[in-house]
């Protein structure tokens, strides 16, 4: 059975950092494009950022660039993002996703793969 399974969400003050991570299990994730998602109250889920099976192609909506940076740890099946200087707005539900598609999709139709999700909250 395929699991992506997200942790570290919580909650932060503005201005401050969170790491989420997502662990992979039930099959090789290795070759996969591993992507982060979100979904704010009220709200389409939207792309927020994407990298490529071997870490060398990043894709970031505009919004979280030059503070979020997602990465992977191929050995450990983990994928994470490093969310800097949060804001209120980034407040969502983040979910982690696999997509079989290179170079890196930025839309979810184009992910096979989804974790239940963790929740990101920012207060001002």
């Known amino acids: 059975q395929v699991q992506l399974v997200e942790s570290g969400g919580g909650l932060v003050q503005a201005g401050g950092s969170l790491r989420l991570s997502c662990t992979t299990s039930g099959r090789t994730f290795t070759s996969y494009t591993m992507g982060w998602f979100r979904q704010a109250p009220g709200k389409e889920r939207e792309f927020v950022a994407a990298?490529?099976?071997?870490?060398?192609?990043?894709y970031y909506t505009d919004s979280v660039k030059g503070r979020f940076t997602i990465s992977r740890d191929i050995p450990k099946n983990t994928v994470y993002l490093q969310m800097n200087s949060l804001k209120p707005e980034d407040t969502a539900i983040y979910y982690c996703a696999g997509s079989a598609v290179s170079p890196p999709p930025t839309t979810q139709a184009r992910y096979n793969y989804w974790g239940q999700g963790t929740q990101v909250t920012v207060s001002s």
């Open positions: 990298i490529s099976w071997y870490g060398s192609i990043t």
